[in-house]
């Protein structure tokens, strides 16, 4: 197999994919329409592996603290429990251990539906309609969090029942044209978390949806390493983990300031072009 992406298209795809995966418009659906657009009609599989590798990096380079006191506190905790014989002491004086515990559950419900829902989603990633209307609904809910009152709660007092609330809108997220982070921040701000935490859950949240959708996409692209162009995945890559980076740290403080909601008109435009153009003209294939 060969891949058809120029080099100039994989830098604009790059650029795609790091602004829309952190702000609230969806990477999937812009990618879907971009890439049908600029006419590549087969999925290209290692391509979106490479980018979304790229935006994970972003991730890593923001939050690599958080995530390695996460694994440090994990790993302390279970020699602590069996020494102390109580899970209770160890739960309470561990809040990044609590965090990962959280982290796990918040991402539970994807996982599954990406294997039950595995064939369904992939023909969604075909239909430009599809993505017109998701878009339409991810404008709806960040506009809901424009009624969001503070000061909401702290990481002290996050519970699992809000981890699996938000898991459960991350796994809606798995629709092209539903934002993760967009619908998983308003799922926050709705469950009455402060608007930092519900960011920062958000995108701890996404390192393990990246990790997952990458190795599920890597298996399927095996056998390809030999016969492409490396050059174009390098620049998608490298132009995902800048504009990622910026994009991130753009978003946060969107967040911080209540702003969110604003995100709403641009996805209420474009949904509704993609839902005309895919309604009016002929079908893309």
Same mark, same amino acid.
């Given at each position: 197999m060969?891949?058809?992406?120029?080099?100039?298209?994989?830098?604009f795809?790059?650029?795609?994919q790091?602004?829309t995966?952190?702000l609230p418009i969806?990477s999937s659906?812009?990618?879907?329409?971009?890439?049908?657009?600029?006419?590549?009609r087969?999925?290209?599989?290692?391509f979106d592996?490479?980018v979304?590798g790229?935006?994970?990096?972003?991730?890593?380079?923001?939050y690599g603290?958080?995530l390695?006191?996460?694994?440090?506190e994990?790993?302390l905790?279970?020699p602590?429990m069996?020494r102390a014989?109580?899970?209770?002491?160890?739960w309470?004086g561990?809040?990044?251990?609590?965090?990962a515990?959280?982290l796990?559950?918040g991402?539970?419900?994807?996982?599954?539906?990406?294997?039950?829902?595995?064939?369904?989603?992939?023909q969604?990633?075909?239909?430009?309609?599809?993505v017109g209307?998701m878009l339409?609904?991810?404008?709806?809910v960040l506009?809901?969090?424009?009624?969001?009152?503070g000061?909401?709660?702290?990481?002290e007092?996050l519970?699992?029942?809000? &981890?699996?609330?938000? #898991?459960?809108?991350? =796994? %809606?997220?798995?629709?092209? +044209?539903? $934002?993760r982070?967009?619908i998983?921040i308003?799922t926050?701000?709705?469950?009455g978390l402060k608007?930092?935490?519900s960011a920062?859950y958000s995108f701890?949240l996404?390192?393990?949806?990246?990790?997952?959708a990458n190795?599920?996409?890597?298996?399927?692209a095996?056998?390809?390493?030999?016969?492409?162009?490396a050059w174009?995945?390098?620049?998608?890559?490298l132009t995902?983990l800048a504009?990622?980076?910026?994009?991130l740290?753009?978003?946060?403080?969107?967040?911080?300031?209540g702003?969110?909601?604003?995100?709403?008109?641009? &996805?209420?435009?474009? #949904?509704?072009v993609? =839902? %005309?153009?895919?309604w009016? +003209?002929? $079908?893309i294939?």
């Amino acid at each position: 197999m060969t891949s058809n992406i120029a080099p100039g298209e994989a830098a604009f795809l790059g650029v795609v994919q790091g602004l829309t995966e952190f702000l609230p418009i969806s990477s999937s659906g812009h990618l879907v329409a971009f890439q049908q657009f600029l006419g590549l009609r087969s999925p290209e599989l290692l391509f979106d592996v490479v980018v979304h590798g790229g935006t994970l990096l972003a991730v890593l380079l923001v939050y690599g603290k958080d995530l390695w006191r996460i694994v440090k506190e994990s790993l302390l905790a279970i020699p602590e429990m069996a020494r102390a014989g109580s899970v209770r002491t160890v739960w309470r004086g561990r809040p990044y251990f609590r965090l990962a515990v959280y982290l796990t559950v918040g991402t539970a419900p994807a996982g599954f539906a990406g294997i039950l829902f595995q064939d369904s989603l992939e023909q969604a990633f075909g239909s430009l309609f599809s993505v017109g209307c998701m878009l339409l609904i991810t404008g709806t809910v960040l506009y809901g969090t424009k009624s969001w009152k503070g000061p909401g709660r702290d990481l002290e007092e996050l519970s699992l029942r809000d &981890c699996l609330v938000i #898991g459960v809108a991350q =796994a %809606l997220a798995l629709m092209p +044209g539903i $934002s993760r982070s967009g619908i998983t921040i308003a799922t926050g701000l709705f469950c009455g978390l402060k608007r930092d935490l519900s960011a920062r859950y958000s995108f701890l949240l996404s390192v393990p949806a990246i990790l997952g959708a990458n190795l599920l996409q890597a298996t399927k692209a095996q056998g390809t390493l030999e016969s492409i162009n490396a050059w174009p995945f390098v620049l998608g890559g490298l132009t995902a983990l800048a504009t990622g980076y910026v994009a991130l740290r753009l978003l946060l403080r969107i967040v911080h300031r209540g702003q969110l909601f604003h995100f709403a008109y641009y &996805c209420w435009t474009v #949904g509704t072009v993609l =839902a %005309l153009i895919a309604w009016m +003209g002929p $079908s893309i294939q």
